[in-house]
């Protein structure tokens, strides 16, 4: 089922001038929303119109195996339902269902066994026909629709696809610097690298302008995750929606 709560959309001044005075506090819930910042990021940039769909995951606490399985905090749920109405989005969701964690725990013959969480998916689109075709795209396993929805540029697309990639390590070092390498979370082509550069600088742009605190958090927090390693500076789409 699609939802969405909007108000009326009157072309007229009222209306702009109502949207600017509630687009602060709209920022406000964004940034109080419990997400991780670099979620926080993608919900923002598809309200602003730079992507088309995003995906939000929400874990449960985890549990080993013969514990009491936890469930998603439905606190957590009703407020990802209530910011994607405030910030007019229409969304889907997953039903509950339990995942492998990423923490390890021993087994009773002493064997390493992940252990297990709770997880729920929101999927949030800025049209219903985004809406659509990103649920389409996952169901069939749709590579290049989803790179699009994901506001990834064609050339990216097409270069991951055939392997033709320009990794960071191997961009000038005064560029990998750059805030926009953090938010290019895609792989680079080797032929049009600078160019899709460019998608990267728009999204740094445009958090930075609507709200430089999300935006000097998602820098530090990616400099933080990848000390040693620029290259994970990317997240790969095709394992992001795995």
């Given amino acids: ?21 509630e687009e602060p506090k709209k920022v406000k819930k964004i940034e109080k929303a419990p997400l991780a910042i670099d979620t926080k ?36 749920i009703k407020k990802i339902e209530e910011l994607a109405k ?27 066994r992940p252990k297990n969480k709770s997880q729920k998916v ?11 075709s990103l649920m389409e795209a996952i169901e069939e396993d749709n590579d290049d629709l989803l790179g699009q929805l994901y506001g990834y540029p064609d050339s990216a697309i097409s270069g991951y696809k055939k392997e033709e990639i320009k990794e960071i390590i191997d961009l000038p070092s005064e560029i990998q610097n750059k805030p926009e390498i953090a938010f290019t979370r895609f792989k680079l082509s080797k032929d049009n690298w600078q160019e899709e550069l460019q998608t990267g ?34 997240v790969d789409f095709f394992e992001e929606k795995s």
Avoid: C
């Fill in 41 to 76: 990021i993608e919900v923002l940039l598809v309200w602003k119109g730079e992507k088309m769909a995003t995906e939000i995951q929400i874990d449960s606490a985890s549990w080993k195996e013969g514990e009491e399985p936890e469930s998603v905090d439905p606190k957590k």
């Fill in 1 to 21: 089922m699609l939802n969405k709560e909007q108000g009326i959309f009157e072309n007229n001044e009222f209306t702009a001038e109502r949207k600017e005075k």
């Fill in 122 to 132: 929101f999927y949030l689109a800025k049209t219903e026909k985004a809406l659509y």
């Fill in 201 to 234: 600088k728009k999204w740094s742009d445009t958090v930075k302008r609507v709200s430089p605190r999300m935006h000097k958090e998602f820098i530090s927090y990616m400099r933080n995750i990848n000390l040693g390693d620029k290259d994970d500076f990317y």
């Fill in 86 to 112: 405030d910030l007019e989005l229409f969304y889907n969701s997953s039903p509950e269902k339990t995942v492998h964690s990423e923490y390890y725990h021993k087994d009773s013959e002493g064997k390493e």
